[in-house]
């Protein structure tokens, strides 16, 4: 059990970039970039957004806050996704799609061979660990769904609250408007953050996956229908068999694309079969809610984390 102590460093850490020395590793011929500390129960962090996305350009770096405080007890891993960040893009034009990007993810953590882990996913990342639990419930002890409009039910609304994005897009202006505009409080957004975005978007590796995505037409002619699907295909086995293991989801009241009322609906489908449902939703917090409210979000996953440690142990 944690002390007074214990429970202010994992609630608090400095916003910083240094989460130690980057990794590598490779998976299915996949060079894949991830960040690892601590000692303890195993969490697995994995960020939002998707390959080829010409909006933001998030990385594993936007875990900061939450992975220097929880390496104190638990062993924590941030992952760039397939195509994000510096973890290399799909092999070929048909992995450019979720399900591609979910399978990474299960791939890299039999890599990482010590499963199972208790995982996070934000966003389009929260749709990732949900399906990575419901296709290999062998991998995961517990799952950490946080403000994902991807897979919620009813209409996405980044188009509406990002029609008037600066352009050129993905340029320094333009990654700072979004990401202000995805806060409930924009100071938030560290330059370091800005920083990031800007550096990975101007890897040639990111330029080409910008280019089939947008240009060449994968994100209308592959990612959204196959993802619409595989949503659809989700909600079913949510329905019908419901999550394998406990979920807790984590929500921003003040979420601007990842509507609350949306969440709502998906939170009735987890609580369907699955009886080991949390929920907790905190206020004056936007899409970003484990950067806006870092020490409510580090308590809350700790305190899941913990309650469930003893489950499915593979020492």
């Known amino acids: 059990m944690a002390t007074d102590s214990d429970e202010d460093a994992i609630a608090f850490a400095p916003a910083s970039p240094d989460m130690g020395v980057e990794k590598w590793i490779d998976v299915d011929g996949i060079r894949t970039r991830y960040f ?7 969490i697995a962090f994995f960020h939002g957004g998707n390959t080829g996305s010409n909006d933001d350009a998030v990385t594993a770096q936007c875990w900061d806050i939450n992975f220097t405080a929880l390496a104190k007890f638990h062993h924590v891993f ?4 397939l195509g994000q960040g510096y973890t290399d893009n799909p092999k070929s034009d048909k992995d450019y799609t979720m399900h591609a990007a979910v399978q990474h993810a299960a791939a890299t953590l ?17 749709y990732l660990v949900v399906r990575l639990a419901l296709e290999r419930p062998d991998l995961v002890k517990s799952c950490i769904c ?31 408007w979004i990401y202000e505009r995805y806060s409930y409080d924009p100071k938030i957004v560290k330059e370091y953050l800005v ?15 910008v280019r089939k ?11 959204f229908p196959e993802l619409a699907r595989q949503r659809a295909e989700t909600y079913r086995w949510l329905l019908e068999r419901g999550m394998p293991c406990p979920t807790l989801i984590i929500w921003g009241f003040n979420d601007p694309t990842a509507d609350f009322e949306n969440g709502k609906r998906l939170i009735e489908m987890f609580m369907h079969k699955q009886p080991k449902t949390e929920i907790r939703i905190l206020n004056r917090a936007g899409h970003f809610v484990y950067r806006e409210q870092p020490a409510a979000f580090n308590r809350a996953l700790h305190s899941f984390v913990t309650a469930h440690s003893r489950m499915n142990v593979h020492q």
């Open 213 to 223: 995505m947008n240009r060449e037409g994968l994100l209308h002619k592959l990612f």
């Open 195 to 209: 920083d990031d975005g800007v550096a990975v978007s101007q890897t040639e590796k990111r330029r080409t996956a």
């Open 146 to 176: 946080v403000s994902s409009g991807t897979l919620s039910p009813g209409t996405p609304r980044n188009r509406l609250v990002f029609a008037d994005a600066p352009v050129p897009k993905l340029s320094r202006q333009s990654l700072r």
């Open 36 to 42: 690892e500390a601590g000692r303890g129960e195993r």
């Open 78 to 81: 941030a992952i760039d996704k």
């Open 110 to 126: 039999d890599a990482l061979g010590q499963a199972p882990y208790h995982i996070v996913g934000h966003s389009r990342g929260g």
